[in-house]
C-alpha cells in the first residue's frame, strides 16, 4: 500500500523533518508493496505496531542501558533469553540489540531476516536501523509470521493477537489499540 508523506506526517512524531517524511513514506511504502501489505486494513495492523515499537517511527535502534532484561540478551547471562536469541558470543546482546521498526532482536533472528532479505546482517547489524533495510525486515517479520492473515480477519479485536506475535507479549496494547484507531481512520479502513 502506498502511504503518502502527508498520510505518514500525520502518524509520526511531532515535528519529523520533511526530508525525513518523504524518505519513510517512500521506504516504507515499497517495503509494505513487496510484501502484500496492500489494504487499508492490513497496513493501519501494520502501522499500529510499528508506531509502538519504533515510538512513531523516532527510534530505529533499542536504547541501550544496560537494563537487568538487556542483560538477558548476553549469553554471559546465562539466561535462556540468550539463546533463544542465537546469541553465543559475549558482547552479542548489544551487538544484536533491538533494530529497524519492529526491533529485530539477536544473532539468530538477524542472521534469518538477512538470509530471507539477501543482506549479510549478521556480519553488517547497524544496517537493520536504516529506514529501508528497518522496513524490509519488520515486512519480512510480518510476513514470516502469517500475520497478514491475522489482520485480513478483522479491526481492531486483531490488535491483541498481532501485538502478542510481535511483541512476545502484550506491552503497550493501548497504544497499539489507539494507533490502530488512528491509521484506520486515515487509511480508510474498517475499525
Known sequence: M????????????????????HTWAEKLSAALAG????????????????????????YTQEIWGPTPQQL??????????????????????????GRGVFETTGRGNYRLTGQRLGIDLEAHPDQMAEIGVGSLGA???????????????????????ITRLVNGGYTGLLERQQFFRQAAKLFGAPI
Open 2 to 21: 502506498n502511504i503518502t508523506a502527508e498520510q505518514f506526517r500525520q502518524l509520526a512524531y511531532p515535528n519529523m523533518p520533511a526530508a525525513l517524511v
Open 35 to 58: 510484501s502484500h501489505i496492500d489494504t487499508p486494513l492490513r497496513a493501519s495492523h501494520f502501522m499500529a505496531q510499528a508506531l509502538q515499537e519504533s515510538g512513531r517511527f523516532l
Open 72 to 97: 538477558k540478551y548476553d549469553p554471559a547471562s546465562g539466561s535462556q533469553l540468550s539463546k533463544e536469541l542465537g546469541n553465543v558470543h559475549p558482547g552479542d546482546g548489544y551487538l544484536f540489540r
Open 139 to 161: 515486512c519480512d517479520f510480518w510476513t514470516h509470521h502469517g500475520l497478514t492473515a491475522l489482520a485480513d480477519r478483522g479491526g481492531l479485536a486483531q490488535v491483541a493477537p
